[in-house]
């Protein structure tokens, strides 16, 4: 049955963040990833939501692993960043490794505390 979670929730996730990213990238008029890195910092908060939540294992596999696990990636991030350091756009692929890194972390931690927050409300 967590396969079953899984599946579903990574299902959606990739599709959420393929349609993102692609709404993203066609407004944006930039070499830097932003679409990426809208994707991952939002993943990162709520990802520090879901895990703070008295959340069931089977909600926490369909939301946390499942959808969040396929809506972030880590692949592009890398590859997207390699591509800048690439095509000597130095200064953007550094601002987009370590700005996502440093945000994705502050992300998280804002997304944890506002979800013990909800739980007292």
């Known amino acids: 049955m967590d396969l079953v979670f899984v599946g579903i929730g990574g299902a959606l996730g990739s599709l959420a963040r393929y349609r993102l990213g692609k709404v993203v990238t066609e407004k944006s008029n930039t070499t830097f990833p932003i679409g990426t890195f809208i994707i991952n910092i939002s993943g990162a908060i709520l990802l520090g939501l879901v895990s ?12 946390g692993d499942g959808f969040l696990g396929a809506y972030t990636t880590f692949s592009t991030f890398m590859y997207e960043g390699f591509n800048l350091f690439q095509e000597n756009e130095k200064l953007n692929a550094f601002i987009y490794v370590l700005g996502s890194l440093l945000i994705g972390i502050i992300g998280y931690i804002l997304g944890f505390e506002l ?6 409300i």
């Open 52 to 63: 703070s939540l008295d959340a069931s294992r089977n909600m926490y596999l369909l939301l």
């Open 115 to 120: 979800g013990k927050l909800i739980k007292i």
